[in-house]
């Protein structure tokens, strides 16, 4: 068989794999910074929480999260279809990282700007969402960017829960045709080119929001 | 049974104290494989960060696109690439040491970033000091830059340490029996996966806490004893 036969079902999983990337992406970046403002602004208790969420999903191996959930979660009822787990997990280990991203983001804005915005009379709110994080999210930008990357190449992980995503369709043509040279270097290849994307991807939203596009002004510039 | 260990799934406490000593076996071959692939990413991540710097054009354009490459493609399908694919070529390889070779070459290209930051943080001066000196620039790398880089760059090494060693689970799928692989494997024979996947997953836990604290100590540490962290 030449390999542009398996093209059409690798590019199946291709999608599926985006699709999951991007999910995960969008859901953990809003787990990360639920989280990430919550360590900074939440409190003796709600930073503990949020301390405990990060410390388990970056402490414990993405794998082993992704295998109970699979299990665990229909013990208690939730049973949901595997891509939606997988999407889960994922996004809550991207979670779990971002988290400290943003917290380390927000806890690097200078004093003065905090001082400065109480000598203004701004409530907490304010502080956070017109005086921070504006100025925090330009920090975050290539950090967040890594791990976008990272949560791309962790979502072979998921085709173990019985995916169909970009690796396990490379698994299971192999298992068919055994012409497993070509079969891997195409998924490499093809992992390395979601990747590239990504990055351009990435690349474009930076310039965004360091132009001040998405986020109103921050009051220094 | 396994390894000569009988289980006991009356309630979660036997069922763990029951299985605690299969898992801990499991937790020598993770820490093994990761110490392995570790020493590999040690040494070619030295060798991708010097080629790097090559100033022939050819070989340090073709070490940043391998690296590169590397960085950007999941270790998954990295290992299954060598574990299918070298015995094509008559390299036929133990399951343990094509899971370390995997983890080594993915780390490679990390640590081979961290190599490169570290030798560029190097005063220039120390350069200039070694052409006044005569040295061949292999000397210069060998006994100036090199010596001094490595220490600053400990803590950076620590934490992919920690990293790898949470993705040392992955080899369970190339037949590796570490933590995880024995954990899933109880749960197929007794239906419980709960247990033995939450005893890893603690297990994991435990492992980074400690190494993160471990090397926080030494963050403090380092800097007293004269050396500089960037």
Known sequence: MDWTAYLPMLWQGATVTMTITLAAIVVGTVLAFFFGILRVEGGPILSAIALCYTEV??????????????????????SFDPITTGILVLAAHAGGYGAEIVRGALSSVSVQQLEAAR???????????????????????????????????????????????????????????????????????CYFAMSLVLMVAIRVIEHFVRRGNVFPRSAHS | MMYGYEWDT??????????????????TVTLKAAAAGFSIALVLGLVFALLRRSRVKAISWTTAFIVEFLRDTPLL??????????????????????????????????????????????????????????????????????????????????NYLVAMIKETPVLSVVTVLEMMGLANMIGERTFEYLVPLTLVGLIFLLLTLICSAGLHRLQQVLPKAGIPLR
């Open chain 1, 57 to 78: 999903f970056r402490g414990t191996s993405l794998l082993v999260q992704l295998f109970w959930f699979y299990y665990a979660l229909p013990l208690v009822g939730l």
């Open chain 1, 119 to 189: 000598a203004l009379n701004f409530n907490r709110f304010q502080t956070l969402f017109r005086i921070s994080l504006p100025q925090a999210v330009v920090e975050m930008m290539p950090a967040f960017g890594n791990l976008a990357i990272e949560t791309l190449k962790l979502s072979s992980l998921v085709s173990l829960i019985s995916i169909a995503d970009l690796t396990f369709s490379a698994q299971s043509i192999r298992n068919i045709t055994l012409d497993s040279t070509s079969i891997y270097s195409i998924t490499l290849v």
């Open chain 2, 10 to 27: 009356t309630t979660w406490i036997t069922y763990t104290t029951s299985i605690l000593p299969i898992i801990l076996i499991g937790l």
């Open chain 2, 77 to 158: 399908v990295q290992l299954f690439f060598l574990y299918y694919v070298l015995p094509d070529f008559g390299v036929v390889l133990p399951a343990f040491l094509t899971g370390a070779l995997a983890l080594g070459l993915q780390y490679a290209a990390y640590t081979s970033e961290v190599y490169r930051g570290g030798i560029e943080a190097i005063h220039y001066g120390q350069w200039e000091a070694s052409t006044a000196l005569n040295l061949t620039r292999a000397q210069t790398y060998r006994d100036i830059i090199i010596p001094q880089a490595i220490p600053r760059i400990v803590p950076a090494m620590g």
